[in-house]
């Protein structure tokens, strides 16, 4: 069984399209757990509305202390082997659900599976596509300059004994926890990229995530958690790190002055 846990918070603007997002994937075997954060809105009555209807859909609401803690509400409630984390403005690719099935048989456990994710603006227009294919916790450790890690939960599924050995989400992250679960996923489980697109990631105006990006304050929060990982490393793991930095950095600074001479040439 899949397991989708999806935390929400005065979420009405999206919740019925999540909960669609889940039910047209047309899996079996599958739970979606709604875990609200006791909503003001009108997001509980959808979800209600919506259980009363669907027996796959699961909930609860009740006050929490963000995120990270509502995540760990949802997969303590899950029966499911594999967990999907799905936010409440994101959504899947068609029939991404039976996909990821199909792709848990062959893999030992503890795993994680990762594919694309496309990352859509305010307006629907598609910025880019997130392909994490290069997921070694050396090469993730590298930063997102260098090597971008998985942008969104809504492209990899892992077995939920994963967290027998990493723990839960830490509930000191309020933004950066998928980062920081991915770096100890990483570590101990068997990981499967695939070339495939899976999710769908909205960067939204007003929301923390977006709010957090033009303040700047995510890139501090990235650098705390690699080098808090990068410690964590044997001796030798963390040189070899510090040295494929230095020499992308340097690769980058030398391909910049090669384009500088080569324009300077060309207006000659």
Not at 41 to 63: F, G, L, P, Q
Not at 198 to 218: H, S
Not at 241 to 266: E, N, W
Request: net charge positive; proline share 4%.
């Amino acid at each position: 069984m899949i397991s989708v846990v999806t935390p929400v918070l005065n979420g009405e603007k999206y919740i019925e399209s999540c909960l669609n997002a889940v039910i047209d994937q047309e899996c079996s075997d599958l739970e979606h757990i709604i875990v609200d954060g006791n909503s003001k809105d009108e997001t509980v009555s959808i979800i209600r509305k919506y259980a009363d209807k669907y027996s796959h859909i699961r909930w609860m609401s009740e006050e929490d202390n963000g995120q990270s803690d509502a995540i760990n509400k949802g997969i303590a409630m899950a029966h499911g082997g594999i967990l999907a984390i799905l936010n409440v403005d994101d959504y899947y690719e068609p029939n991404t659900l039976n996909r990821v099935k199909e792709i848990f048989k062959t893999l030992p456990e503890p795993a994680i599976t990762l594919g694309n994710c496309n990352v859509w603006d305010d307006t629907g227009k598609l910025k880019y596509v997130n392909r994490p294919s290069r997921l070694k916790l050396t090469d993730l450790l590298l930063g997102w300059s260098v090597n971008p890690h998985p942008v969104n939960p809504s492209a990899y599924f892992y077995h939920a004994s994963l967290h027998e050995i990493v723990g839960p989400y830490d509930e000191n992250q309020h933004y950066a926890m998928d980062l920081d679960f991915l770096l100890k996923a990483v570590k101990v489980s068997i990981v499967k990229y695939v070339n495939e697109t899976w999710g769908n990631y909205r960067l939204l105006e007003g929301t923390k995530t977006v709010i957090d990006r033009k303040r700047g304050t995510n890139i501090d929060r990235a650098k705390y958690l690699l080098i808090k990982h990068r410690k964590k490393l044997p001796v030798f793991q963390q040189c070899k790190v510090l040295i494929m930095y230095g020499f992308y950095k340097a690769s980058k600074r030398i391909k910049i002055k090669i384009q500088r001479i080569t324009k300077k040439c060309k207006t000659q």
